[in-house]
Structure formats: structure tokens, C-alpha cells
């Protein structure tokens, strides 16, 4: 291959001045050379650090050369760090107002309220003060969710819910206990005192 030297010479001395851009294709009698971008060069190392130089040819030598230490963590933000842990308000979560049970009782902290948990004497904290229907006990006055009557299972200390609770007229044994009144004198004991079947 021939080259001519004087128009080597040429050429070089144009890049060397910067005139040579990306894009631009040289033309030496049939051989050409198109510089398509900048040319890339990365050197690697093992050593604990990564040198990569990256050299562009854009009028002018232009190196840019970055070290990572691979035992250092780079932040990527320089915001402070914000922290969740606690609560700045001490009354964070809470209404500052408290709940009055049923039976006229007053809980402080309205949190008690509907934490299955309950607070009032009357239980009414986890029926009423949650929003639910209330059916209250004869005896003891206590507050259950009305779904709760009629449903085959005791839920008041004098089983009220499963008598007055489904419009049954009652018997209330000497113990305070409630059966329908069809059950006394029927010759079978249902209060446990035996009241119901007792004055026959």
C-alpha cells in the first residue's frame, strides 16, 4: 500500500487542529477513514479500584476519568435522611374527645373504643360506640350487637337475649335467669334453681 506522505502529513495536522468532527469522512485517493462518534477507550483494573477514561474528539482532548472505590457506597441524593420511628405528636391518632359509655360512664382515651376490648361497664364502647345496633341485656343492662339475639346462644349473663330479645314473653328465674314463660310448669326443670317449676 502507497501512502502519500504529504497528504498524511495534511490530514494530521487538520485533526490535530480540531477540524475533524464527528460525521466527517476523510477521503485519501479510494481509502477513507469515517469517524462515526467519539472514540471510546476504557482501561479496566482489578486492583480495588476502576479507572475508566473515555477520550471524545471534539475539538480538543477531552478526558473524563472517574475512580470508584468498590468498598465505598456513593449517596444518590443529598437530602437528610428522614426518620419514622415515634411520633412528634403525642396525640397523633386520637380525637381528644372522649367516648360516654351507654350507662353514662366516660372513657378518656377514645382509642379504647372498638378495641374489642371492652372499657364502659356496659360493653356499649365496642357495640354502640362502633356503630352497631345494640340489644341490652335485662339483667345486668349490658349492650351485645343485636344480631347476636335470637341466635341460639346466650350471650347475656340472664340469657335475655334469647327470650325478651325475641319477643317471647319471660320467666325469670330466682336467679335472675330468663326462659320463655311457656317453659314453666312443663314439668321440666329449665332455670337451674328449679324456680320455673316451683308454685305449680
Known sequence: MNIDLARFLSVAALMSQGLATAG????????????????????????????????????GDTADTTETDP?????????????????????????????????????EDPAWVCDENPDCPDGSDEVTGCGLEAFTCSGDKKEIPSTWACDEVPDCI????????CGLEAFTCTNGTEIPATWKCDMAEDCLDGSDEADC
Do not use: K, M, Q, Y
Request: proline share 4%; glycine share 16%.
Open 24 to 59: 466527517c469522512t476523510i477521503n485519501l485517493d479510494g481509502l477513507s477513514d469515517t469517524n462515526i462518534g467519539p472514540e471510546t477507550t476504557t482501561t479496566s483494573s482489578t486492583g480495588g479500584t476502576t479507572d475508566d477514561t473515555t477520550t471524545t474528539g471534539t475539538g
Open 71 to 107: 468498598g465505598t457506597s456513593v449517596p444518590t441524593t443529598t437530602d437528610a435522611p428522614t426518620s419514622t420511628s415515634g411520633t412528634t405528636d403525642a396525640t397523633a391518632g386520637t380525637t381528644g374527645e372522649g367516648f360516654v359509655c351507654s350507662d353514662g360512664t366516660a372513657i
Open 158 to 165: 340472664d340469657e335475655s337475649d334469647e327470650v325478651t330479645g
